[in-house]
């Protein structure tokens, strides 16, 4: 059994954010879970439109377009691996709630025992409940917040916790910059799989700012993120200094200096505005790509795809990310406005 639990371990580690996502509780709190975001870099959090899946990321872009909106998102993965999530915007009052439910299947597992006999199967499963509210202060300024519950079953290993979310969200006169900033999966662990001891959640601080291009179809972003960690680079412990054959030198093992663990912060997000019907995009996030490329076929590992399609009653969105030349992901996203259906 020791076995699967590293196995499913392995799993978790390789959907999430490399070497950082592989150090605390619940990594799945950080998995992509709309095509939108997927194909722009994987982490996108700098427009405000009618795109639910963008309030639930980031719940100060929560704004009136999204109520009534409903989204429903797939990951298509290999080896009967799924994970997606459920969205919709309610009104309230004074501002504008998101709910979400989002899930991650390993599939069915063989359970053994010790001596290697087949004692059955079994089905580990995750998932996370929330609850976003946004409002807006003044024609400028928006905040948000949110709340989620979380649930991990592996086996018959089980843990819990809480995390939320705050926001904020500053908009220009003519709504063609857009900045904001975002305190992440603050929380913990009420229960752990199997001991006493909590651990921490991935808390994260990030920046974004998106701008669109006044007489040109593009609409450029740039995200900076884990800003509360500064070095996020992976050091690999089992490194050892070598010997150059001709001098005979010593020769040291070489650490990332400052411009590196800068650069691992930034990701780049690109949209072109086609038409109002049809949405390009693209991005690249250097982190990603120095944890999860082949060391010599690094390909166009860390940069991502993404088409959106808009018709008058839905939108249906598709993400490409290429983690590296042994594996890849697509996701999928259908979006409506449930108004739009009624006679």
Aim: a positive charge; proline letters at 3%.
């Amino acid at each position: 059994m020791k076995y699967t639990i590293l196995f499913l371990s392995f799993i978790v580690v390789s959907l999430s954010f490399g070497q950082t996502g592989g150090t605390y509780a619940f990594p799945f709190l950080d998995f992509t879970y709309n095509a939108r975001a997927a194909g722009l870099g994987n982490n996108f959090i700098s427009i405000k439109d009618q795109d639910i899946n963008l309030g639930i990321s980031n719940a100060s872009l929560l704004n009136p377009k999204m109520i009534g909106q409903m989204s429903v998102n797939q990951a298509l993965l290999s080896g009967g691996i799924n994970y997606g999530m459920a969205a919709y915007g309610f009104k309230l009052r004074n501002g504008v709630l998101g709910t979400s439910v989002k899930y991650v299947s390993y599939g069915t597992l063989s359970r053994t025992e010790i001596n290697g006999s087949n004692a059955g199967s079994f089905s580990p499963f995750e998932c996370i409940v929330g609850a976003s509210y946004g409002k807006q202060l003044n024609p400028r300024i928006s905040v948000g917040g949110g709340l989620n519950l979380i649930a991990s079953q592996l086996e018959t290993y089980n843990a819990f916790g809480i995390s939320g979310d705050l926001s904020g969200t500053y908009t220009d006169q003519t709504e063609q910059l857009l900045v904001t900033a975002q305190v992440k999966n603050v929380g913990l662990q009420l229960k752990n799989y199997n001991s006493k001891e909590k651990d921490q959640l991935p808390v994260q601080f990030l920046m974004a700012a998106s701008y669109k291009l006044s007489h040109a179809p593009f609409r450029f972003s740039i995200l900076a993120h884990h800003l509360n960690r500064w070095d996020i680079t992976y050091y690999d412990p089992t490194l050892k200094p070598t010997v150059d054959a001709l001098t005979g030198d010593t020769i040291p093992v070489k650490y990332a200096g400052f411009g590196e663990k800068l650069a691992q912060h930034f990701t780049y997000q690109v949209e072109i505005l086609v038409s109002k019907s049809l949405h390009l995009r693209t991005g690249f996030d250097y982190h990603r790509r120095q944890e999860m490329k082949l060391t010599d076929r690094p390909g166009l590992s860390g940069f991502t795809l993404g088409l959106g399609m808009y018709f008058k009653k839905f939108s249906l969105d598709y993400g490409f990310s290429i983690t590296s030349r042994a594996g890849f992901n697509n996701m999928l996203t259908f979006s409506s406005n449930l108004s739009q259906w009624r006679k």
